[in-house]
């Protein structure tokens, strides 16, 4: 077991209305702390969704958790090979290696809170979503990226058959 000795001197205070907005209506994400603000303890952000909308496809983390803590609404979460409704106040944590996607349930609104631990520098990546998102770069490119955000993308029939 290897025991992350976060190396920061100062608390991370981030204003709401100071964090980076990426995104829009229907998938919004702020941006909170990147794993170089905490030591390399965490890094987290607020993922909110409108109307069923897709957080994450399918993916794991080799070196990191994620723990996902529902602010508001209602989310469809996968954990390996189950499909979980999380609501309001629920807490899940999906360990390294585990397969895992988040939606807004169907016809529902989420807002999630999510914390990945040992951190990993991801508002890059987010940022490398907006730019697919708005056409700048082809989404195969974050297949190139996979390694560096620790975010390895999967097939999930499980996952496919609960969006469908």
């Known amino acids: 077991m290897t025991l992350i000795v976060p190396n920061f001197a100062e608390s991370v205070v ?10 829009q209506a229907p ?18 952000q607020r993922v909110t969704l409108t109307d069923g909308a897709d957080g994450a496809k399918p ?6 958790a994620e723990l996902f803590y529902m602010l508001d609404g209602t ?39 999510i914390v990945i631990t040992p951190g990993v520098e991801r508002f890059e990546y987010f940022r490398h979503l907006e730019r697919i998102a708005y056409g700048k770069v082809p989404p195969e490119s974050l297949l190139d990226v996979q390694e560096l955000y620790d975010t390895y993308f999967l097939q999930s029939k499980p996952w496919d058959d609960a969006r469908a």
Do not use: W
């Open 14 to 23: 981030v204003r709401s209305a100071e964090a980076e907005v990426i995104g």
């Open 27 to 44: 998938t919004t994400i702020r941006l909170l702390a990147d794993s170089s603000s905490t030591g390399g303890a965490l890094s987290t």
């Open 75 to 113: 989310a469809q979460l996968l954990s390996g090979e189950q499909v979980v409704t999380a609501e309001r106040g629920d807490l899940v944590i999906v360990p390294p290696g585990l397969a895992h996607a988040f939606a807004a349930a169907p016809g529902e609104n989420a807002d999630i809170l």
């Open 59 to 64: 993916h794991h983390h080799a070196n990191s």
